[in-house]
């Protein structure tokens, strides 16, 4: 069962289309997913394990390093076995450019600071443009050109985007224009800033991402700050998360923000949880914690909640397709806020994935068909109206405490 994508508010930049591999990108392609093998390139087991793992993940293009002969001939091995396309990372050596061409990439990934003789330049994208395979102008705020540093004073926008600018300018020179480009900065304000001026100045699709973001969970709020602000203004084509972190986490982050956004396709379960409070019946944290474990390697569509009571957890996570709320020691489940069954405490995990996995196959209309709903709500009422007596407003006994801090003051 697929839920329908919500239309996003916020128009995308219209851009051209260019293809890596079997991947569109760019113009009304849905917004792709990258990220990066962290393997040597010339271990072609170890990197295809990856590989698989990241496409599994949710990631559609997948960048590995060509720094070295052994890893342009790992390459020639890994492209023909890999599930999705291989773009490779060319930094210093132009010739490992032309060694991964020759490997069969699907794409190249450039960057101008590192590679600056235009001979060497055109020569690379000369090879490209025989072959049909398309290059990342790839800035980065950390390996500028020293000269467009000085000129400009220091790293700023400005110079990333002339950067950029001069590199397009050599690859026109000999007719190739299959180009995106990425102008990548770790600071997250720069970044943002220098997309906004390159989205100005071209039409080529672009890629995003805050460069070396760091480990989580930090790394994964700036880069989602710095991403998620462009996308919300219609930039961006593709988008990868650079975290020092194993890169599955990378192509999960990437998918869950464009799921989240509404820019692609749900096809994994969305979690919400309640923030929890003096009214929870059980460790909502904990509950939390075990459901997205069970449900971390299922590929389904759902919006799934965790509820700490069942006062108000039901009423709050209405939306939800299928959700739980503690009570009374029984965890109350519902489905699109309608409760169907009560189970032990200690099920509510199993119950959730066991009805998560009807709802998939049955969809939502059979589930609430699938017992005698009145029997559940029976049961939530009473657990319900027993909490609310128990605990009424005050569900953090703050009278309770009251009395107990003035018999300590007056004591
Ligand atoms: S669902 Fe219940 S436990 Fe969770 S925050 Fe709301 S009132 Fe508190």
Request: glycine letters at 8%; proline letters at 5%.
């Amino acid at each position: 069962m697929t839920q329908p994508v919500p239309t996003p508010h916020y128009p995308r930049r219209s851009t051209r289309q260019i293809h890596v591999g079997k991947v569109a990108v760019g113009g009304d392609a849905p917004i792709s997913v990258q990220s990066m093998t962290i393997t040597k390139t010339a271990d072609v087991e170890g990197t295809l394990q990856q590989i698989y793992a990241l496409a599994a993940a949710g990631c559609d293009i997948v960048r590995c390093t060509c720094n070295e002969i052994e890893a342009a001939e790992g390459l020639a091995q890994i492209v023909p076995r890999s599930p999705i396309p291989i773009i490779a990372d060319i930094h210093h050596q132009y010739k490992m450019a032309l060694a991964a061409l020759e490997a069969g990439v699907h794409g190249l990934r450039l960057n101008p600071g590192n590679i600056r003789k235009p001979d060497h330049i055109k020569a690379v994208a000369s090879e490209a443009r025989e072959r049909g395979v398309p290059i990342r102008i790839g800035v980065n705020g950390g390996s500028l050109d020293p000269a467009l540093y000085e000129k400009h004073g220091g790293l700023t926008a400005d110079a990333m985007v002339e950067s950029a600018q001069m590199e397009m300018r050599y690859f026109e020179e000999v007719g190739f224009d299959l180009i995106k480009i990425s102008v990548k900065a770790s600071n997250v304000p720069l970044m943002v800033e220098a997309y906004r001026k390159l989205s100005a100045v071209t039409d080529h699709p672009l890629h995003l991402g805050v460069t070396e973001a760091g480990p989580l969970p930090g790394g994964l709020l700036k880069a989602t700050a710095g991403i998620a602000t462009l996308l919300l203004e219609g930039i961006g084509d593709t988008i990868r998360y650079s975290l020092t972190a194993d890169p599955v986490e990378e192509a999960r982050a990437g998918r869950q923000l464009l799921e989240s956004l509404g820019l692609r396709e749900r096809k994994n379960v969305d979690l919400i949880a309640c923030p929890s409070c003096g009214r929870a019946e059980i460790d909502v944290i904990e509950v939390a914690k075990r459901a997205q474990d069970a449900f971390a390697d299922k590929q389904l569509p759902l919006q799934i909640a965790v509820m700490g009571c069942v006062v108000n957890g039901p009423g709050e996570a209405r939306e939800a397709d299928l959700g739980i709320a503690a009570g009374n020691k029984r965890g109350h489940l519902f489905v699109k806020g309608r409760n169907v069954a009560v189970v032990p405490e200690s099920e509510m995990v199993d119950a959730l994935v066991d009805w998560a996995n009807y709802i998939h196959e049955h969809g939502v209309d059979a589930a609430l068909q699938r017992v005698d709903t009145t029997i559940a709500e029976r049961e939530a009422a009473r657990d319900r109206s027993a909490l609310l007596d128990e605990q009424g407003a005050d569900a953090n006994r703050s009278s309770e405490k009251i009395v107990e801090i003035r018999k300590t003051v007056d004591g």
